[in-house]
C-alpha cells in the first residue's frame, strides 16, 4: 500500500505541473521568444521539439515519428506501471524514481499526442553554450533515472538503504 502512495503523491502532481507550465509557455510567449531569468546561464524560451532528446529523430517524417514515439511511450509506461505494481512496499526510493520517470513519459506522451511535438521551455547555458531546452516531464526523468541508477548500485553493493536495516 506504501508503494501506492508515493506513486499517488509523485506521479500525478508531477503530469499536472508539467502540463500546466506548457500551458503557460503557450500561452504567454510565441514560439521561439525567450525571457532571460538569469541571465548567461537561465532563460525561458519557448521551443517545439519534434523528436526526442538532442533532437533525436527529428527531422524523420513526422508520421514515423509519430508512431515511433507514442509506441515506445506506450510501452515504457506499460513497463513503469508493471514493475511498480510487482515491487515490495519496502523499496520507497525505487518506487519514487520510477514514479517520476513514468511521469515525465506520460507528460511528453501528452504533448505528443496534442501536438506531434514536445513543448521545451528551460533553457540552460554559459555563454554561447546552450543546453538542449528541457521541460518540467525530461527534469523528472532524468532525476528519477539518477535516483533509479543510485537505487541499483546501493542494492548491487549489498547496501540497500530501502530496506529496513537488521540490528
Known amino acids: 500500500?506504501?508503494?501506492?502512495?508515493?506513486f499517488l503523491l509523485t506521479a500525478p502532481v508531477l503530469i499536472v505541473l508539467d502540463q500546466v507550465t506548457k500551458a503557460c509557455i503557450d500561452g504567454m510567449l510565441t514560439l521561439h521568444e525567450s525571457l532571460a531569468i538569469i541571465p548567461g546561464f537561465l532563460n525561458i524560451t519557448y521551443v517545439r521539439n519534434p523528436g526526442a532528446a538532442f533532437g533525436f529523430l527529428a527531422g524523420?517524417?513526422?508520421?514515423f515519428r509519430s508512431i515511433f514515439f507514442?509506441?515506445?511511450?506506450?510501452?515504457?509506461?506499460?513497463c513503469i506501471l508493471?514493475?511498480?505494481a510487482k515491487s515490495r512496499n519496502d523499496e520507497p526510493f525505487l518506487?519514487?524514481?520510477l514514479s517520476l520517470i513514468l511521469?515525465?513519459?506520460v507528460g511528453n506522451f501528452i504533448d505528443r499526442a496534442r501536438f506531434g511535438e514536445v513543448i521545451d521551455f528551460i533553457d540552460v547555458y554559459v555563454?554561447?553554450?546552450?543546453?538542449?531546452?528541457f521541460n518540467v516531464a525530461d527534469s523528472a526523468i532524468s532525476v528519477g533515472a539518477?535516483?533509479?541508477i543510485l537505487h541499483m548500485f546501493k542494492r548491487s553493493s549489498g547496501k540497500d538503504s530501502d530496506s529496513p536495516s537488521e540490528t
Not at 500500500?1 to 508515493?6: A, G, P, T, V
Not at 524523420?60 to 508520421?63: F, L, Y
Request: glycine share 10%; hydrophobic share 60%; aromatic share 14%.
Open 1 to 6: 500500500m506504501k508503494k501506492y502512495i508515493i
Open 60 to 63: 524523420a517524417s513526422p508520421v
Open 70 to 78: 507514442l509506441g515506445i511511450a506506450a510501452v515504457a509506461i506499460g
Open 82 to 84: 508493471y514493475y511498480i
Open 95 to 97: 518506487i519514487f524514481a
Open 103 to 105: 511521469s515525465g513519459a
Open 127 to 133: 555563454g554561447v553554450h546552450h543546453w538542449p531546452a
Open 146 to 148: 539518477v535516483i533509479l
